[in-house]
């Protein structure tokens, strides 16, 4: 059946016609280009805030399971684990933005702060489980070496964990990606409200939202494909 169609003229026309509607007219394209810029740039500064919460929560986490220092700062991790992962994204955000941030009008700054402090949680336990997984000679010969337990971990332990765990930070970057699409929640004309925004104007919710969802595809493959590049390169050279 889709090849007939495929094969008519009229079908392209019809095509083509939705096309100049959604995107060519009033140059409707921008709200998608838009929209990307915002949702690249909180997808990226969310990364990185996650990033570092995540590195001083398994840092943390971990002095405190081998050697029992930190108690108190291990307990307020624990507890800002438990309720991040527990907790569904979206009411995070709606919390921060509606509660939290209620006098902010910087919804781009909220956006980031919540994307970030949702993905620290999950970024922290995926340290957490790369720093465990070396043996623990390793740090025992870094001390012997002269090495302060800060130095060894800095130096020897989490050059070998964070590229036993790469690929498991590339796919939470890649899902954190995919999850800002509901930054729309709080106004934010972000990528998906571009295409909300088009469908309100042409009464065609077909064509924006594949257009979407075909952006949120490419950059996925492109992030994937720079990230399978990375892994061959420190397995090639083993740095």
């Known amino acids: 059946m889709l090849a007939i169609l495929a094969q008519s003229p009229a079908f392209w026309s019809a095509l083509t ?9 009033n140059d409707r394209w921008r709200y998608l280009v838009d929209g990307l810029g915002i949702t690249l740039e909180v ?3 969310a990364v990185i805030l996650g990033a570092a919460i995540g ?28 309720v991040i992962r527990g907790t569904p994204m979206t009411v995070q955000l709606l919390i921060a933005y509606f509660v939290i941030f209620a006098s902010s009008k910087n919804g781009t700054m909220v956006a980031i702060l919540a994307f970030g402090f949702n993905s ?23 001390r012997s070496l002269g090495l302060s337990y800060v130095q060894g971990l800095r130096a020897v332990v989490l050059p070998q964990a ?5 690929p498991a930070l590339g796919n939470e970057f890649i899902v954190l990606l995919k999850d800002t699409s509901i930054a729309s929640f709080i106004a934010l004309r972000d990528l998906s409200k571009g295409g909300e925004i088009i469908r309100s104007q042409t009464y065609d919710a077909f064509m924006p939202f594949l257009m979407v969802a075909a952006i949120y595809l490419v950059l996925v493959m492109i992030f994937t494909r720079l990230l399978s590049r990375l892994e061959r390169h420190l397995h090639r050279t083993g740095a």
């Open 120 to 142: 620290g949680a999950y970024v922290a336990e995926i340290i957490r489980a790369g720093i465990t997984s070396i043996d623990d000679g390793q740090m025992e010969a870094a």
């Open 162 to 166: 964070i590229r036993n765990v790469l």
């Open 43 to 45: 997808a990226l500064c």
């Open 55 to 82: 590195f001083v929560v398994a840092v943390i986490r971990t002095t405190h399971d081998k050697h029992g220092r930190l108690r108190l700062l291990n307990l307020l991790c624990r507890v800002y684990l438990t």
């Open 17 to 25: 016609d939705k096309f100049y509607l959604n995107f060519v007219k």
